[in-house]
């Protein structure tokens, strides 16, 4: 009987993931010829020196001994190991690493899988049953992603499909709560700079990131709320002097105007004081586009640069694979902040205009 190594084993299952394997069954399928030194590789990577690879039945095995409860910490060795080494310090951001909150797609079933699904009609009638996850990843300008945490989207257990029109499900904002609790027990020390898309634009989110001391950047939409977008632009008529205006050397035109002070009471009746900032892009080919931020960082004209470049990285960082080969260098310029330190305002290329 042929023994394998836990590292072993544990490297040949990760290598399904970093290959891009669409199943177990691809691994012995795909990765058996002896051309692509697989074998050795894995042994070089575990210290080990096993003579055969296993099969996918071995691997379901370990996996089912071991749990996802050891993988979860190995996970959290990795990124403190390369924090405490100072590995990712290039890309903190006035101190701060980025760290985007989203939820995503993780499994779907077209029936009733277990009594934690969320359920989603469709139109037509049907009915989808999902597993989302939200996760908490660390970011960098170069389209490294690191997880910090994950929480699944999903009901509590022992609910039946009667249940689910009866009572109200899972959301992201809910898991964000519980989110929270495990990213800042896993780092309590670690500055974090979390950045959201719209849906978090609320108190909620907002008194979470108070609590464990969080600076935030959201993304700030009129359908969101629709009160504070209108108070928004009634205020930056009143202060037409706050406005910015940079060329990058494409010709691309930004045109970035913000309320340093932005009052808003939420639906707990709970004051904030927010910065927000409009960016009004023209392409060189007269397409224009705008985007909105909500941020209780500091916002003025010395500090307001570019936000959008900040969120595009954020979003190419979540779908980016590192495929097998590729480097990533360690490079941070002035397009990956929102709030720019002196050192890292736009060149002499860009055009600058009060």
């Known amino acids: 009987m042929v023994e394998y190594h836990r590292r072993f084993l544990c490297w040949w299952g990760l290598l399904l993931f970093g290959l891009g394997l669409g199943s177990r069954r691809?691994?012995?399928?795909?990765?058996?010829?002896?051309?692509?030194?697989?074998?050795?590789?894995?042994?070089?990577?575990?210290?080990t020196e096993q003579a055969s690879l296993p099969v996918?039945?071995?691997?379901?095995?370990?996996?089912?001994?071991?749990?996802?409860a050891p993988f979860a910490q190995l996970l959290h060795q990795h990124t403190h190991r390369l924090i405490r080494m100072k590995a990712l310090d290039d890309f903190?951001?006035?101190?701060?690493?980025?760290?985007?909150?989203?939820?995503?797609?993780?499994?779907?079933?077209?029936?009733?899988?277990?009594?934690?699904?969320?359920?989603?009609?469709?139109?037509?009638?049907k009915v989808s049953y999902l597993h989302p996850v939200l996760e908490a990843k660390l970011v960098t300008s170069t389209?490294?992603?690191?997880?910090?945490?994950?929480?699944?989207?999903q009901n509590p257990p022992g609910r039946t499909p009667t249940d689910y029109q009866e009572q109200k499900q899972d959301?992201?904002?809910?898991?964000?709560?519980?989110?929270?609790?495990?990213?800042?027990?896993?780092?309590?020390?670690?500055?974090?700079?979390?950045?959201?898309?719209?849906?978090?634009?609320?108190?909620?989110?907002?008194?979470?990131c108070k609590k464990y001391h969080w600076p935030f950047v959201v993304t700030f939409k009129e359908r969101r709320t629709p009160d504070l977008w209108r108070e928004f632009l009634a205020l930056l008529k009143l202060r037409p002097e706050q406005k910015r205006t940079i060329t990058l050397p494409d010709k691309t035109r930004?045109?970035?105007?913000?309320?340093?002070?932005?009052?808003?009471?939420?639906?707990?009746?709970?004051?904030?004081?927010?910065?927000a900032i409009l960016c009004e892009e023209t392409s060189p080919a007269g397409g224009k586009t705008t985007f909105a931020w909500?941020?209780?960082?500091?916002?003025?004209?010395?500090?307001?640069?570019?936000?959008?470049?900040?969120?595009r990285r954020l979003q190419r960082s979540k779908k980016q694979r590192l495929e097998p080969g590729a480097r990533l260098q360690p490079k941070l310029g002035?397009?990956?902040g929102l709030l720019l330190p002196p050192a890292d305002r736009p060149s002499a290329t860009a055009t600058v205009a009060p």
Do not use: M
């Open 56 to 68: 996918t039945k071995t691997l379901d095995h370990f996996i089912g001994h071991v749990g996802s």
């Open 92 to 125: 903190r951001f006035q101190g701060d690493f980025i760290v985007p909150i989203d939820g995503t797609g993780y499994l779907s079933f077209s029936h009733h899988h277990c009594s934690q699904c969320l359920t989603q009609k469709h139109p037509a009638g």
């Open 26 to 47: 691809s691994a012995d399928n795909d990765l058996r010829d002896l051309e692509l030194a697989i074998l050795h590789n894995l042994n070089l990577l575990a210290g």
């Open 334 to 336: 002035p397009r990956h």
């Open 171 to 208: 959301c992201e904002l809910k898991a964000f709560d519980r989110l929270a609790v495990t990213l800042k027990a896993s780092f309590p020390q670690l500055r974090l700079c979390l950045s959201f898309d719209s849906l978090y634009g609320c108190g909620r989110a907002f008194a979470v």
């Open 143 to 153: 389209g490294l992603a690191l997880s910090l945490a994950s929480e699944f989207i």
């Open 254 to 275: 930004r045109v970035y105007r913000w309320v340093e002070q932005l009052p808003y009471t939420d639906g707990e009746k709970r004051s904030w004081t927010l910065g």
């Open 294 to 311: 909500l941020t209780d960082l500091a916002v003025n004209r010395d500090r307001t640069a570019t936000p959008k470049n900040r969120k």
